[in-house]
């Protein structure tokens, strides 16, 4: 799986504990981070790059887009040329949007970029589902995370600006659209209310690989009692990679002990 930086271990904790048979390889391409405000092609151009890296170098069998702009930007031309299954993240995420609501306002927030392309606005439309919905983008949410900046008053300030929309619309259930936000759960959760329920793809996401993996192709692995090895985790950074294992340890857990380089960095 792969996001432009911290955000997708969200997605990597889901699947760690749904399918921990599994084999993992988290690509963060920090050294490019943040993709929200980037054209949505040059978005597409590395979330292919990065794919051809899991699939030809790694030799993954499935690939999972933990991050919702590069799953605007390309996750269709992704299952198209992939060869391998490709799973993103906005359409699991809409599923849960609208399950959740019990009176039918709904929020979703995320980058300039996920918003902007409309992929939330259709995948919501998709499910059929009668809601009333609001988006926001928030712009500078996830370089406060990257720079481990979770609970500062500037975090909270710029929340309470950009969760305006969303508020003023008495949304009761926000879908957290970017996988980096729910390490800012705290502060949109002070912001909106205790009352809205806030949701992220992460779950969704990783229940959809297990169903891919298990019932529908097949791949999944044994687990080790049943004669299969323990499973494998790697990381693999664009960026600072000693900065991606002490914050990346702190954010996932102990899975993440080893960084190595991208080979484009
Ligand atoms: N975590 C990402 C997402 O879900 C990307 C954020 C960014 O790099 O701007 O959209």
Known sequence: MFDSGFGGLTVARAVLDLLPHEDLVYVGDTGRYPYGPRPLPEVAAFAHQITRHLVDDCGVKLVIVACNTASAAALASLQAEAGVPVLGVIEPGARSLVAATRTGRVGVIGTVG????????????????????????????????????????????????????????????????????????????????????????????????????????????????????AATHRFVSSGDADWFRRLGARLLGPELADVEPAPWA
């Open 114 to 229: 996920t918003i902007a392309s409309g992929a939330y606005q259709r995948a919501v439309a998709d499910t059929g589902a009668r809601v009333e919905l609001t988006c926001a983008a928030c712009p500078g949410f996830v370089e406060f995370v990257e720079r481990d900046e979770t609970d500062t008053d500037q975090v909270h300030v710029l929340a309470e600006r950009l969760l305006a929309p969303v508020a003023d619309a008495k949304v009761d259930t926000l879908l957290l659209g970017c996988t980096h936000y729910p390490f800012l759960a705290r502060t949109i959760s002070d912001v909106m209310g205790r009352d809205v329920v806030l949701v992220s793809s992460a779950d969704e996401t990783a229940f959809a690989a297990r169903s891919l993996l298990y019932a529908g192709s097949g791949i999944g692995r044994r687990p080790v009692d049943a004669g299969g090895r």
